[in-house]
């Protein structure tokens, strides 16, 4: 009977593990998609950063290194990224989430984006200088900063719709 409860939580944690690693891959095609639309030609939002914060922050779950690893790899050889930027990026993303502000994240969110912006430029900041250390130049900036400020915008406005539609569902709850 132990084995079977053994077997049992494996392939739960593995279908978990599958789900997220679908849901986190669909997420970075989606943010590939978007540079479809003439507003985000030059550079698309990150939205797995803020998916990742979410995932962490608010909805307690901790993607696994091994998940995040593999989206990052795979999205590298998709859109031709130097083979291994994204992976390091999303790693970085999750640790420091983990370690600089779980403890001192404000119970009431007032401060949750100041601690994502923070957290979202220190990784980007320590990616980009990976960058020009590989290529050995400096690349156009204004497609970072519109990535970067695109990113910082979209932030509130999720923020903001997951709390509009966690407030209607305790409304229709109760």
Known sequence: MIRNDKNFYLLYKFSINTSLFV???CILNFQISLSFFSMFETSTP???SIVIYFCIVRFN?????IILLLTGFLHDIMIGNNFGITSIFLLLLKYFTNNLILERVNKDNQ???IY???IFILSFSIVFLINLIISFSLPELSP???????TLILYPLINISIN???FVSRLIKS
């Open 23 to 25: 849901f986190l891959f």
């Open 46 to 48: 990150s939205l797995i």
């Open 61 to 65: 779950i901790n993607p696994p290194s």
């Open 111 to 113: 401060e949750e984006w």
């Open 116 to 118: 994502f912006t923070i």
């Open 144 to 150: 970072i900063f519109f990535h970067v400020g695109i």
């Open 164 to 166: 509009f539609f966690s």
